[in-house]
């Protein structure tokens, strides 16, 4: 085993899956700030704040092999920050919160029934950071971009939960 194969492997599919997840969110992430210039005509710079999440959804399949448990619930939790921020840095308009529905999935897919008392800990706190995401004012972009900003976060919330639904393996 070569690589990336080995960084991402583990005997337990789920913790696994996970950290395959965060690698791919971890290089999904320098994407995203293009998306929003692509999408909005501007933006590039705002939306860069995403690049903090990299180095953490990195260290997940690290942290995987000591702590595998703590591994996954950092990657539900940087996935949740990372929204929040993003969020607040654009603004309610662009519709960001979305993605916290792929965050509650994420938190829903990736603990067993075991561990589900993690699980409910981690929807709620997705819930609580879309709350505080929830009506922040924006007014940096037009009304026709935020609506652009507003389709792409939403088509990304359902393709991540489509790729949770993917990569996590059936119980």
Same mark, same amino acid.
């Given at each position: 085993?070569?690589?990336? @194969?080995?960084?991402?492997?583990?005997?337990?599919?789920?913790?696994?899956?996970?950290?395959?997840?965060?690698?791919?969110?971890?290089?999904?992430?320098?994407?995203?700030? &293009?998306?929003?210039?692509?999408?909005?005509?501007?933006?590039?710079?705002?939306?860069?704040?995403? &690049?903090?999440?990299?180095?953490?959804?990195?260290?997940?399949?690290? &942290?995987?092999? @000591?702590?595998?448990?703590?591994?996954?619930?950092?990657?539900?939790?940087?996935?949740?920050?990372?929204?929040?921020?993003?969020? @607040?840095?654009?603004?309610?308009?662009?519709?960001?919160?979305?993605?916290?529905?792929?965050?509650?999935?994420?938190?829903?897919?990736?603990?067993?029934?075991?561990?589900?008392?993690?699980?409910?800990?981690?929807?709620?706190?997705?819930?609580?950071?879309?709350?505080?995401?929830?009506?922040?004012?924006?007014?940096?972009?037009?009304?026709?971009?935020?609506?652009?900003?507003?389709?792409?976060?939403?088509?990304?919330?359902?393709?991540?939960?489509?790729?949770?639904?993917?990569?996590?393996?059936?119980?």
């Amino acid at each position: 085993m070569t690589g990336w @194969r080995r960084y991402l492997a583990d005997d337990d599919r789920l913790v696994a899956a996970g950290n395959l997840l965060a690698v791919t969110l971890a290089t999904s992430q320098p994407t995203y700030p &293009l998306y929003v210039w692509l999408t909005a005509g501007e933006g590039a710079l705002r939306a860069s704040v995403v &690049l903090l999440a990299v180095p953490f959804f990195l260290l997940v399949p690290l &942290l995987a092999r @000591r702590r595998p448990m703590g591994a996954r619930v950092l990657l539900v939790g940087v996935s949740i920050a990372n929204t929040l921020v993003c969020a @607040r840095v654009l603004g309610s308009e662009a519709g960001v919160e979305a993605l916290f529905m792929s965050c509650g999935a994420l938190a829903a897919a990736l603990f067993r029934a075991s561990e589900r008392w993690v699980m409910l800990v981690l929807v709620g706190a997705a819930i609580a950071a879309w709350l505080l995401a929830e009506g922040h004012p924006g007014g940096f972009f037009s009304a026709e971009a935020y609506a652009g900003l507003r389709r792409m976060n939403a088509v990304s919330a359902i393709a991540v939960c489509g790729l949770i639904g993917w990569m996590v393996p059936r119980r």
